[in-house]
């Protein structure tokens, strides 16, 4: 394998992410995410395709901001992309969507007085049915970028966090920044903005007189997860929402660390809707009256997500920067 330098391995991960395809923080499936189970020795997640759903109440105020186009037919149609938990899955039926984004999506277009209307859909081709009009809306792990918003609108419900976790008796406690991460042996995806950022804080550390990094790539997930857990790794590093799910599934891992999946820069997750349609400005509203009354914070607890909550819904924030 080639090995990038920091400067330029950073430039060409931020650059993914702004692309309107696949993007390593964005595509929920591009993390090679562990098979969902409900028969672990950990938590349990309800996988059937009949959820308990949190109940959402209706929001005056935010369901006058749906434009009248979308409100005539009493629906609001989201595509979301059912390839990896916690945020999206087939439940146990194999047809039923079911996740965190599948929740996100029933409660905001309830808030908003609207009968949802989930449809699955490769996560690549979101931007062209958003652009289209086929969907409304799409609720599936993206994160706003520049380039994005010259053709789409956003509402924040998400922070996107990349998450370092350790084996759950490593003596590893805490992972905040470069030195934490000196002589440390570290499972990273090649190409993905975490393996950019590791880099950075590698060069660093070198830079420091601190011990290198020692990088470990894995094609799939099984061998990532022997390698941990037989200690020839020290640490796996990449999108915690996945990460999340299989620590609590299995408990063979513990969270020790999260960074901001821009990092330096802030990264946010977003309902993406058509650029200046107004549907935006009415998920903001549904969604902070979601945060409003708690709904909110039980739906991302129910996936094991609280650790990414965002405060307040925003109207398209600052995304990260085209390179």
Known sequence: MTRLTAKSALTVALAATTLLGLAACSDPSASAAPEPSTTSGGKVFNLSPNQDRVPVTVDPAAAALVPADIKKDGKLTVAVSPFAAPLAVYATDNKTPVGNEVDIAVALAQSLGLQPDIVPTAWADWPLGVGSGKYEAVISNVTVTEERKLKFDFASYREDKLGFYAKADSPITKVESAPDV???????????????????????????????????????????????????????????????????????????????????????????????????????????????????????????LSEEAVKESELNPPGLPKS
């Open 182 to 304: 000196a002589g440390k042996k570290i499972i990273v995806g090649s190409g993905t903005n975490q393996e950019a950022i590791l880099l950075a804080w590698d060069k660093e550390n070198r830079k420091n007189g601190l011990a290198p990094v020692d990088f470990q790539y894995y094609d799939d997930d099984s061998a990532s997860t022997l390698a941990l857990q037989s200690g020839r790794a020290d640490l796996t590093f990449g999108p915690n929402a996945t990460a999340a799910y299989k620590a609590a599934t299995d408990e063979k891992t513990k969270l020790v660390g999260l960074v901001d999946g821009g990092w330096p820069l802030k990264a946010n997750i977003a309902v993406t809707t058509k650029k200046g349609n107004g549907l935006a400005a009415a998920a903001q509203a549904g969604l902070n009256h979601l945060i409003e009354d708690g709904s909110y914070a039980k739906i991302l607890a129910r996936w094991g």
